[in-house]
């Protein structure tokens, strides 16, 4: 029979006797309270505020800030006992807050997410939401691969804006895929998305395409251990790539120009080890993307590029 902890008892008396507060002095106090705490954010969010917004909008059945008279609307009491409990939830065990509503949004769309696969930040989105221009005509864009597609959102998002495409997304973890799998069935893209278990091309049968593009694991045997708690959900899978955090990078540059087009393009994120990669192909011409929105450690190669460059 589950039990009521003391801490949750007293969270529950205290927002109980609270008087009505309003949605903007919620959030200010809860930010006060991340901050305090030294929680970090970079798992959807950027900042206190926002990061406190994730779990009052789940709260409140929002999707978004649009309504103008949102920040003066005052909460009931069930709505303050919820919203404290998701935030000591946040406070104590380090839960991304995405993970803790299991909802999140990714170029636009809605994307369930869970510590099945990482949370979906990646300033990839961007570049999808611009249908890859001007670096591919996208009008003849017919095949798209997603190398290590986690919980699907690239390979989903390449589908909703490149219509006429068809998108395999590859995973060598059944967790992440059978996530992604929902993702899919709730966009209604199951008949032109392909979800295959595989370590990057080992399972593509030949299969070439227009794009190939990846947020692999990047992450190296010394920064695995200074990560902040938050990571610690994520599956390390997803994040751990070796000593130096190029394992998989390392496959994409040798492999990937056997599964491209004439012409067609690997894109990847490598975040912060874009220097790494610089210093280990000095003699490779890596085009490095930049992003309105932030973010970068993306770089972009031709089919013919690496052909030429990468031994």
Known sequence: MATVSHKQKSVRRSAATQPAITVAVALRRAARRLERAGVWFGHGTDNAVDDAAVLLWH??????ASDPCLLARRLTRRQQLAFEALLERRLSTR???????????FAGLPMRTDARALVPRSPLAELIE??????????????????GTGGGCIALACAH???????????????????????RTALGLSRRVRLVKSDHFAALQGRSYDIIVSNPPYVGRREM??????????????????????????????????HLNP???????????ETLVR?????????????????????????????????
């Open 95 to 105: 839960e991304p807050a995405v993970y803790i509503t299991g909802r999140t949004w």
């Open 225 to 258: 251990r200074s990560l902040p708690d938050e990571y610690g959900h994520e599956p390390r899978i997803a994040l751990a790539s070796g000593d130096d955090g190029l394992d998989s990078v390392k496959v994409l540059l040798a492999q990937a120009a056997r």
């Open 130 to 147: 611009r249908r890859f221009e001007p670096w591919i005509d996208a009008s003849r864009v017919r095949r798209v691969l997603d190398v």
């Open 161 to 183: 804006y490149l219509p006429a495409a068809r998108v395999d997304a590859v995973d060598i973890s059944a967790a992440a895929l059978a996530l992604a799998r929902e993702n």
């Open 279 to 311: 210093r280990r192909y000095p003699r490779v011409p890596f085009l490095w993307l930049e992003f309105e929105r932030g973010g970068g450690g993306v770089f972009c190669l031709t089919r013919e590029q690496l052909q030429r460059h990468v031994r």
């Open 263 to 273: 012409g067609g393009l690997l894109i990847v994120e490598v975040g912060n080890t």
């Open 59 to 64: 709260v409140l059945g929002l999707a978004d």
